[in-house]
């Protein structure tokens, strides 16, 4: 092989490794965000509320029944977008997992290990003493939850889609009860947590979010 190839081949080698970190890269930062941490975000705040909504989908008539006013001035943890055929995926594209107090303000210093799948949220830490500054378990299982998100608009959905881990946001709605039917007579429920000390399953929060907005 001549020098000249030789040169042009490493070149090209080069630029490939390049577009491949700035790729890596996006992947990291750009698309899934990145471990943050944010001092003195409050617990939320939830207020009874009566009232519903209906919506259409896949088929599926649907009654949201609210619970409680929600409000929610938290650091996303975790994200985890759901786009199968299930109507669960239908009405809620994305899971948030939102952190608040303690938690969020030492969320850099320890690795929670944060992850999600099937609609949990989990947490581990690779020593328990890492978690003194936060109080303990019990203290952390009770500043954050994972949120099943209902957009209530389309631009609402827009919104929510574009959230990623690390982002500082509020948002506001319902944390309601889902029951729909469909011609067939199959029917779906899914009912809302409304404690933030419980865990396990039924502790997600069934949000129907009317507002968000992206802080940082």
């Not at 081949?9 to 700035?22: E, G, N, Q, R």
């Not at 207020?47 to 909504?53: M, Q, R, V």
């Not at 938290?74 to 938690?103: F, I, M, Q």
């Not at 952390?140 to 608009?153: D, E, G, K, L, M």
Request: with cysteine; aromatic share 12%.
């Amino acid at each position: 092989m001549s020098n000249k190839k030789k040169s042009l081949l490493s070149l090209l080698t080069i630029i490939i490794m390049s577009v491949s970190a700035v790729c890596y890269m996006f992947y990291i930062y750009g698309d899934h965000g990145f471990q943050n941490e944010i001092e003195g975000l409050p617990e939320p705040v939830q207020t009874e509320a009566k009232g519903s909504d209906t919506k259409t989908v896949d088929g599926y008539g649907v009654l949201i029944t609210f619970k409680y006013s929600y409000k929610v001035d938290a650091l996303v943890v975790h994200t985890k977008p759901y786009n199968g055929s299930e109507l669960s995926d239908k009405l809620s594209p994305v899971d948030l997992g939102l952190a608040w107090g303690s938690v969020a303000a030492n969320n850099k210093k320890i690795d929670f290990h944060w992850s999600q799948s099937g609609r949990w949220l989990y947490w581990q830490v690779d020593n328990v003493n890492e978690l003194a500054p936060v109080g303990g378990t019990d203290a952390v299982n009770r500043q954050f939850s994972n949120n099943h998100i209902i957009p209530a608009t389309s631009s609402v959905k827009d919104k929510v889609k574009k959230i990623r881990q690390g982002d500082h946001v509020k948002l506001e709605g319902y944390l309601v009860d889902i029951y729909a039917e469909n011609s067939d007579g199959a029917w779906f429920e899914w009912n809302s947590s409304t404690s933030r000390e419980d865990t396990g399953d039924g502790a997600c929060e069934v949000f129907y979010v009317t507002d968000i907005q992206k802080v940082s």
